[in-house]
């Protein structure tokens, strides 16, 4: 096993001394947790508002109200709260002025400037704004009603307080027949965004160091490793044991930084590490394959580049399977990525375990014998033509 692991410990000292790696190793990924994450996510603030003006009783109590029902408030004054909303900063301004303010007090109607961005997510941050403007608008009308019954106000503040503790409120069971909403409905806002990464970039970067396979063609390394000794095969081994190093290593530090970053929940840890490792030896396979078929960096290049993305896009690391048409869904079980996602979406979603996944682990593991034998006979029969 000596020259075996000393061939795969080369391959690592090579890709870690690549700059460029850094970027899409550390950095890349990440990025793209968050932006599908937000495109997809659920469980996330329900807007974004930021409230500008005077401070008072009715600034205080919209907030209050604004978080209760889980939107992201800020405070700035008017001009910068004007510049976030135009900038898509925020969904929602609000401009409360002294005079809204004394009105509120004297309890009687006040007028708020609400401005709304051109964002998508604008118009649902609007709806939770009304409903909280209407809610601050309908306690002043209970106090208003009290007191000009006679009742002092700090009394009729009391028994209101004390009635919506003693009243139960009332709830709203909400059932969707929808299946996508049904299956995507209890993820985290950057769940699905973070096992679908960990997918494209395990086989994205994989595949892309066949770039390294064919250079050390052309300078002659497979030649001069051949020369000591060591076997094919175990050259071979090297060559393998390293790339599914580097992915395995790509794929924990997506998973720790999403769940240390963004609080996201993978489900059964040792489950996922298990379909990391397999999924990984998945584009081993593939890497070695290509790396032996091409004779060209930067033909390769292209179509590991090219070829990765399309297999991620059919199989659902850049929109949800659930969402795909019947005819596309079979397609995509062609993909190790579309079984790694449902591998994912049992544990995360079903709280699964290892019965659940056994099939999507097994055409994965069927996967990588193929294209890992595959490969190395083609590697093995290039590298007798160069000797």
């Known amino acids: 096993m000596m020259p075996v692991l000393a061939i795969a410990g080369t391959e690592l000292r090579r890709y870690l001394r690549d700059r460029s790696n850094i970027f899409f190793f550390l950095i890349f990924p990440l990025l793209l947790v968050v932006v599908i994450g937000l495109q997809f996510g659920g469980q996330g603030s329900t807007g974004r508002v930021v409230i500008a003006g005077a401070g008072g009783e009715l600034r205080s109590a919209l907030t209050t109200e604004l978080r209760d029902a889980d939107a992201t408030v800020s405070t700035a004054d008017a001009d910068a709260m004007r510049e976030q909303v135009a900038r898509g900063r925020a969904d929602v301004g609000l ?28 118009p649902g941050a609007v709806q939770v704004v009304l409903t909280a403007l209407q809610t601050l608008s309908l306690e002043q009308t209970e106090l208003a009603v009290l007191t000009a019954r006679g009742v002092p106000e700090g009394e009729a503040a009391a028994a209101l307080a004390r009635a919506r503790s003693d009243v ?52 002659g390394v497979q030649r001069r490793v051949l020369a000591a000794p060591v076997s094919g095969t175990q050259a071979i081994l090297g060559q393998m044991l390293g790339r599914w190093v580097i992915a395995s290593a790509q ?35 593939a890497a070695m394959l290509l790396g032996a078929l091409m004779d060209n960096e930067g033909a390769a ?8 993305l399309v297999l991620a896009a059919l199989g659902g690391c850049m929109f949800p399977l659930e969402m795909f048409p019947d005819t596309l869904r079979t397609v995509a079980n062609l993909t190790p990525h579309a079984w790694g996602y449902e591998a994912f979406a049992e544990i995360q979603r079903h709280d699964g375990g290892l019965l659940d996944v056994a099939p999507q682990l097994a055409v994965l593991a069927a996967m990588a014998v193929g294209l890992v034998l595959l490969g190395a006979l083609v590697l093995r029969r290039s590298t007798a033509r160069a000797m």
């Open 95 to 122: 401009l409360v002025e002294d005079d809204a303010e004394q009105s509120f007090v004297a309890g009687r109607p006040a007028e708020i400037e609400l401005i709304v961005s051109s964002e998508a997510s604008a």
């Open 168 to 219: 139960a409120p009332v709830e709203i069971g909400v059932v969707d027949v929808d299946e996508v909403s049904q299956e995507l409905g209890g993820l985290g806002q950057f769940d699905l965004g973070a096992a679908t990464m960990l997918l494209l970039f395990v086989f994205l970067s994989t595949l892309g160091s066949a770039v390294t396979l064919i250079e050390s063609r052309r300078l």
């Open 251 to 285: 794929g924990v530090y997506i998973m720790v930084a999403s769940i240390l970053l963004f609080d996201v929940d993978f489900g059964s840890l040792p489950l996922a590490l298990l379909i990391l490792l397999v999924f990984g030896a998945v584009a081993t396979g």
């Open 301 to 308: 290049n292209g179509v590991a580049v090219g070829a990765g």
